[in-house]
């Protein structure tokens, strides 16, 4: 029987291990759609998995990767067809069943999206989970009322992916974006994604954070968690919505109900493993047109599976900026 080959995680002796191994199709978890992937990604949780540095993994073995895109080679489910060109992310995709640094991905077709109009394989997997979760932050801000007329919108954590792949599509809708950092030397990347103008976090007073601040941010988009989040709640505006994305400084929140009932804040939970199809499939297909990012390739670094434990080490320590695209076929 053939073999590919994947990057399989696994518990061994109370301790993470993660390594390329050969595999048949015959040892994947089960599902109705089999696809030869093209292209993988890495994102934040894809480093904590692979690295043990986070509880991301429910069952061992699993092969990693929470994202892939690739062409269908069987299928028993009358909505996919060999030759399809499918995206697969969320649910427990590289998380409890196997995922998307493979060469070829078997997952339940209620899990498959098709390729939307206006993106390649490759542009697929250089938005991935962290680009359709600013996707789905957008929608979800607009929905309650955010406008570019409404005033400036921040992004933190904006060097990261989805920072970076927020600040291209807001500037290309029409906002007034605020790229907040804590990289005092990627001012020149950050503007040329759009960013009208750039914070550094070290400019800030984390430790005297009012209550209720100068009301400055019609939005925001919040990849921090932590104080950070407490102070963009404390300097919204009247009717602002607060998308949060992320947990990269902390998963606790210090606030107060003031910015909420005083002057209308919307905190908005940003869930991308969880969405409906038809919301998931409306963000993708606006990823393709609408929304489709201006500058993918400024953001992209392309790597081999064989490069994943050097990449995850730079995620962890916020040496990457950007996508990083596994290339997997062809």
Same mark, same amino acid.
């Given at each position: 029987?053939?073999?590919?080959?994947?990057?399989?995680?696994?518990?061994e002796d109370?301790?993470?291990?993660?390594?390329?191994?050969?595999?048949?199709?015959?040892?994947?978890?089960?599902?109705?759609?089999?696809?030869?992937?093209?292209?993988?990604?890495?994102?934040?949780?894809?480093a904590l998995?692979g690295?043990?540095a986070g509880k991301?993994i429910?069952?061992?073995?699993?092969?990693?990767?929470?994202?892939?895109?690739?062409?269908?080679?069987?299928?028993t489910d009358?909505?996919?067809?060999?030759?399809?060109?499918?995206?697969c992310t969320?649910y427990?995709?590289?998380?409890?069943?196997?995922?998307?640094?493979?060469e070829?991905?078997?997952?339940p077709?209620?899990?498959?999206v098709?390729?939307?109009?206006?993106?390649?394989?490759?542009e697929?997997?250089?938005?991935g989970?962290?680009?359709?979760?600013a996707g789905?932050?957008?929608?979800?801000?607009?929905?309650?009322?955010l406008?570019?007329a409404?005033?400036p919108?921040?992004?933190? %954590?904006?060097?990261?992916?989805? /920072?970076s792949?927020?600040?291209?599509? &807001? $500037?290309a =809708?029409?906002?007034?974006?605020?790229? #907040?950092?804590?990289?005092?030397?990627?001012?020149?990347?950050l503007?040329?994604?759009g960013?009208k103008?750039v914070?550094?976090?070290?400019?800030?007073?984390l430790?005297?954070?009012?209550p209720?601040?100068?009301a400055?941010?019609? %939005?925001a988009?919040?990849n921090? /968690?932590?104080?950070?989040?407490?102070w &963009? $709640?404390? =300097?919204?505006?009247v009717g602002?919505? #607060?998308?949060?994305v992320g947990?990269?400084?902390?998963?606790t929140?210090?606030t107060?109900?003031?910015p909420?009932i005083?002057?209308?804040?919307?905190?908005?939970?940003i869930?991308?493993v969880n969405?409906?199809?038809?919301l998931?499939?409306?963000?993708?297909?606006r990823?393709?047109?609408d929304?489709?990012?201006r500058?993918?390739?400024?953001?992209v670094?392309?790597?081999?599976?064989?490069?994943?434990?050097?990449v995850?080490?730079?995620?962890?320590?916020?040496?990457?900026r950007?996508?990083?695209?596994?290339?997997?076929?062809g």
């Amino acid at each position: 029987m053939a073999t590919f080959k994947a990057y399989r995680i696994f518990n061994e002796d109370g301790k993470v291990q993660a390594r390329l191994v050969e595999m048949t199709l015959d040892e994947l978890d089960a599902g109705e759609v089999v696809f030869r992937t093209a292209f993988s990604s890495v994102n934040f949780k894809d480093a904590l998995a692979g690295t043990g540095a986070g509880k991301i993994i429910r069952r061992f073995p699993c092969v990693g990767g929470v994202d892939a895109a690739g062409t269908v080679t069987s299928s028993t489910d009358a909505r996919f067809k060999e030759g399809d060109s499918v995206i697969c992310t969320s649910y427990d995709f590289g998380v409890s069943h196997d995922g998307g640094y493979a060469e070829y991905v078997r997952v339940p077709a209620d899990w498959v999206v098709p390729l939307p109009k206006g993106l390649s394989l490759f542009e697929a997997m250089a938005l991935g989970t962290a680009g359709y979760t600013a996707g789905l932050a957008l929608e979800r801000m607009e929905h309650d009322g955010l406008a570019p007329a409404n005033g400036p919108v921040i992004v933190n %954590g904006a060097t990261g992916g989805v /920072g970076s792949v927020a600040i291209d599509i &807001l $500037a290309a =809708t029409g906002y007034h974006v605020v790229a #907040l950092t804590g990289k005092d030397t990627e001012s020149d990347y950050l503007k040329r994604l759009g960013a009208k103008e750039v914070m550094l976090r070290s400019r800030l007073d984390l430790s005297k954070i009012k209550p209720l601040d100068k009301a400055t941010w019609a %939005g925001a988009v919040d990849n921090l /968690g932590g104080d950070v989040l407490s102070w &963009l $709640a404390s =300097t919204m505006q009247v009717g602002g919505t #607060l998308a949060s994305v992320g947990l990269a400084a902390g998963h606790t929140l210090n606030t107060t109900v003031m910015p909420f009932i005083l002057r209308g804040v919307s905190l908005l939970g940003i869930d991308s493993v969880n969405t409906p199809m038809a919301l998931r499939r409306r963000v993708w297909e606006r990823l393709g047109s609408d929304l489709k990012p201006r500058h993918l390739n400024d953001m992209v670094t392309t790597v081999a599976l064989q490069d994943l434990p050097g990449v995850f080490d730079k995620i962890l320590k916020a040496q990457m900026r950007g996508r990083t695209v596994v290339k997997l076929a062809g």
